[in-house]
Structure formats: structure tokens, C-alpha cells
């Protein structure tokens, strides 16, 4: 158990609250983006009568920036400072959402998968600034659960996001089906299609002024420089140092197929059920929009666990607590497989309550007692997010199977795929809690 008493936002004399309110809202910011994206693997299939994979294509754009950029923003920060680059996350952040209206423009599919990774780009400046700045805001010891703390507001903006891609996105879209749209000429189609498109980008072009404010805010907000000293690096050493920290290199694997397996649940959440309500008779595009209320369910439920493990977090081990609410999820998945009606549903929303204090869990653990070093190691753990951009398309293969053998759905069989993933981070919580209880000292 963890019995410390320290204060969680104030060190050396120095309180951080209004700061770390600040740099919070930047949270929110990344968790709309994500959660307004994952019902566009649906909606671009439709828009422009693609299968699946090819929708899926969003989530490998999406995730695609936070890979690429991931180490650069971690050299920019290095040389400037975190209040450097969160400003230049904010600035890329704007300039991609507001690109959806030159891609609308186009009519075509890839200007929009261009706008998503440039907006990811300044996502991965973003969490690569936000994650590490706030462990630096106070004592080193519940830095892990003050990042829990901040993550907690993370999924507010995911369900702001989920909303508006519900209310303001899917319920306005064409209600015709992927059947219907297939039948269209193609002048009827491309007449749709701007329709349908004009409706989609709106709450981008929105998030872009908003995220615009939030740039000057911080812009001529004066900020603490905790870990800002330090200008010099040595790439190579530097890598092969943060490597050989076992809790470190063991993190971003399980931090890899984590984000796999939350964008995997949270995206295909739409398709499973769909398949669930149209097989009770519903409409295609009311099965879509109820599937996505159960998102908001799940996402909802995300929230409240999150801010109770946050709490629980000062009692018990994070290392054991990982594990226990991993086994947990892989036991749901299970069920999420083998149930083909609502109680599948049922265990696909309650896996979103296991997943509350993974990412901000495996990141503060990996990070620990890094000091400098945690620039780059944050980079590593942003990198590791490239989970979320390669095993989506890999269920999204599997999805467009149908059924598998003579009935079984293949939307239940491909949740095979985060069953394993949360078996791989529940292996993680383990050895790292075996870590905690070695090197604690028995009083």
C-alpha cells in the first residue's frame, strides 16, 4: 500500500495548481480529438462506399502522426521547453482540423487522411509536452497518481467528442444505407457525398478556432520550467540508457497494445452493435446511433472509474491495480466474443471501466525515477500509441469477413485481438508490482 501524505500539486514551496489547470485542458483537447474520430471509420465508409479497411485508413492516418512526431517533439522540447511544445501541438492541432475544409473542398478521401495525421501530429507534441510536465509538478512519489489525476479529464473531452460525432455528425448524416448509396449514379453520389461531407467537418472547423484560444491563453500565461534546464543530450546513449530501465522497456509494449486495444473497442463498439440491433429489425442508421449511445455509456463509465481509481490509487499499488483491472477486461473480452446478442454489448461497454487507469498507470510507472531522461521516455510512450494506428486496420480485415465457419459473427471473433492486448498489460502490471515489493524496504 502507498501511504503517503505528501501534497499532490505543490513542491519546494511552490504551488502548481493553476498551472497544472492550464496544461489540463489540453487533456480534454486530445481526448475529443480522438473520440469525435473513431465513429468516422463508419461515416467515411459511407460517405464514400468503402468496406471497412478502408475506413480504417482514419485510425492509420490518426495514429500514423503520434508515431512520427513522437521523438522530434521530444528534441524540440529538449531545446526549448515544455511550454514550447505544447504551443507548437496546439498550432499543429488548429491547422489540421482546419484543413478539412480545403479536403472537403477536394471531394476526395486522402485530403482527409493528410488533415488527420497533421492534426495528430500536434496531438503527439501535445501528450509528449502534457504527460511528463505534469509529473514534474510536484513530488516525484504521487506523480503517478497526479498524472491519473489529469488523464481523469482526458475522457470529459472524449464524451464532449462522442456527442458531437452522435448528435451533430451521424444523426444529420444522409440516412440512406451503404446499400442504398451503392445503387446511386455517380453524379447522384458525388451530390451526396458534399452533403454529407459539409455536415462532417463543421465540429473540426469549431475544435479549431477553440484550440486556437487555447494557444494564446498558454501563450501569454507564465508557466513553471520544471525540467527545463537541461539542453544538451546524446541521442544514441540517451536511447540506450532509458532501454535498459526494465519498467521502461517492458512500458512501451504495454502501452503499445493497450492503445490498440482502446481504439479497438472504442471504434468497432459502432459495428458490433449495429449488428446486435439490425438483426432485432432496426434501420442501419439508427442501429449506428444507438451503438454509439452505448459508446457514451461506455466512455461515461471510462470517466467515473477513472477518478476512483485516481483515489484508490493512494492505498494501493498502481502495479497491482493494473493487473487486476486487466484480468478483469480480459475476462469481459470473453464475453464480448461469445455473447452474439446484448449481453456481448453489455461487456464491450463495462471493458471501457478497466481501461480508466491503464495508459496514465503504465506511463507513470515506466517514467519513474527517470528525471531528465523523461523527455525522450515520454516520446518512447507516445510512440507506443502507433498500437491504436496498426491493429484497428487488422480487426477491421477481420470484421469484413462477415461470419466465420457457418454462423459465428466475425465482428465478436475479431475482439480476439484486445483480449490479447489486455493479457500483454496485465503481464506488465504483474512485473511491475513483483519490482514495487522487491525494492520496498521491510520496516
Known amino acids: 500500500m502507498n501511504k503517503t501524505k505528501l501534497p499532490l500539486l505543490r513542491h519546494n514551496g511552490i504551488n502548481y495548481l493553476i498551472p497544472f489547470i492550464i496544461i489540463t485542458s489540453c487533456f480534454a483537447l486530445w481526448g475529443f480529438a480522438n473520440d469525435i474520430t473513431n465513429p468516422m471509420v463508419k461515416a467515411f465508409s459511407k460517405i464514400f462506399r468503402m468496406n471497412v479497411t478502408q475506413g480504417a485508413l482514419v485510425q492509420v492516418a490518426f495514429y500514423g502522426g503520434y508515431f512520427a512526431m513522437a521523438f522530434p517533439a521530444a528534441i524540440f522540447i529538449n531545446k526549448f521547453s515544455y511550454k514550447s511544445g505544447i504551443l507548437m501541438g496546439l498550432a499543429l492541432y488548429a491547422i489540421g482540423a482546419l484543413l478539412f475544409f480545403p479536403a472537403k473542398m477536394m471531394g476526395s478521401y486522402w485530403p482527409f487522411l493528410f488533415a488527420y495525421f497533421v492534426l495528430t501530429c500536434g496531438l503527439s507534441f501535445l501528450e509528449t509536452s502534457a504527460n511528463p510536465y505534469i509529473l514534474t509538478m510536484g513530488p516525484e512519489e504521487n506523480a503517478t497518481r497526479r498524472l491519473n489525476l489529469a488523464q481523469s479529464f482526458n475522457p470529459l473531452g472524449s464524451l464532449m467528442g462522442m456527442f458531437v460525432a452522435m448528435q451533430f455528425i451521424q444523426a444529420r448524416l444522409n440516412p440512406m444505407s451503404s446499400t442504398e448509396r451503392a445503387t446511386l449514379s455517380d453524379e447522384e453520389f458525388s451530390l451526396l457525398s458534399q452533403s454529407d461531407l459539409s455536415i462532417l467537418i463543421a465540429p473540426y472547423l ?39 530501465v526494465p519498467n521502461y522497456r517492458e512500458g512501451v ?31 442501419e442508421q439508427a442501429a449506428e446511433v444507438l451503438s454509439q449511445k452505448y459508446n457514451i455509456v461506455a466512455m461515461s463509465l471510462f470517466i467515473v472509474s477513472r477518478f476512483m481509481a485516481t483515489f484508490l490509487m493512494k492505498f494501493f499499488n498502481p502495479g497491482k491495480m493494473l493487473r487486476t483491472f486487466a484480468v478483469t477486461a480480459t475476462i469481459l473480452s470473453l464475453g464480448v466474443i461469445f455473447f452474439q446478442d446484448i449481453w456481448g454489448l453489455y461487456c464491450l461497454v463495462a471493458i471501457s471501466g478497466c481501461m480508466s487507469l491503464m495508459f496514465p498507470t503504465i506511463y507513470g510507472i515506466a517514467l519513474k525515477g527517470m528525471g531528465e531522461d523523461s523527455k ?61 515489493i522487491a525494492f520496498t524496504p521491510h520496516i
Open 206 to 244: 469549431m475544435i479549431g478556432l477553440v484550440v486556437l484560444i487555447i494557444f494564446l491563453i498558454i501563450f501569454f500565461t507564465r508557466m513553471p520550467v520544471n525540467g527545463d534546464k537541461v539542453k544538451t543530450f546524446h541521442f544514441g546513449s540517451t536511447l540506450k540508457r532509458i532501454f535498459s
Open 376 to 436: 525522450f521516455g515520454a516520446a518512447g510512450l507516445i510512440m507506443a500509441i502507433l498500437g491504436g494506428s496498426l491493429m484497428p486496420p487488422i480487426q477491421a480485415r477481420i470484421i469484413d469477413m462477415g461470419t466465420l465457419g457457418a454462423s459465428f459473427p466475425a465482428v465478436n471473433a475479431s475482439f480476439i485481438l484486445p483480449l490479447i492486448s489486455f493479457l500483454v498489460v496485465a503481464w506488465y502490471g504483474m512485473k511491475a508490482y513483483r519490482r514495487s
Open 253 to 283: 509494449i504495454a502501452q503499445f497494445f493497450y492503445v490498440g486495444a482502446q481504439i479497438m473497442c472504442w471504434t468497432f463498439i459502432i459495428q458490433y452493435g449495429t449488428r446486435i440491433f439490425m438483426a432485432q429489425g432496426m434501420e
